[in-house]
């Protein structure tokens, strides 16, 4: 993997506002690489080996939680982001519109 591209998508993340949620694939269109939302989970699942980033403000294309990320609800939570149900974010209100 690129270290290039790591960088990207993690500057991306950093940029998501406090509140707000995006999706893999929307940041992999945002970092051009439209086909590649897995590449960007596999990176963010590492992304402590590269400093601190908001990745618990990153959800699947349906609004839900990372699997394994325990403390992901809290902190959105905490953000004031709300849910649909118990592991569902509700995107039509909290997605970021770039």
């Known amino acids: 993997m690129q270290e290039e591209m790591v960088f990207q ?3 991306v993340v950093n940029e998501i506002p406090e509140g707000k949620v995006a999706t893999y694939g929307q940041i992999a ?12 989970g596999k990176v963010l699942s590492h992304a402590s080996y590269y400093g601190k980033y908001p990745c618990h403000r990153v959800v699947n294309h349906m609004g839900r939680l990372a699997p394994g990320f325990d403390d992901q609800k809290d902190l959105l939570l905490m ?17 970021w519109m770039v």
């Open 29 to 40: 269109r945002l970092i051009g690489r439209e086909k590649n939302a897995r590449l960007v």
């Open 79 to 95: 953000e004031g982001v709300s849910f649909k149900n118990e592991d569902c974010v509700d995107l039509a209100q909290y997605q």
């Open 9 to 11: 998508i993690l500057e």
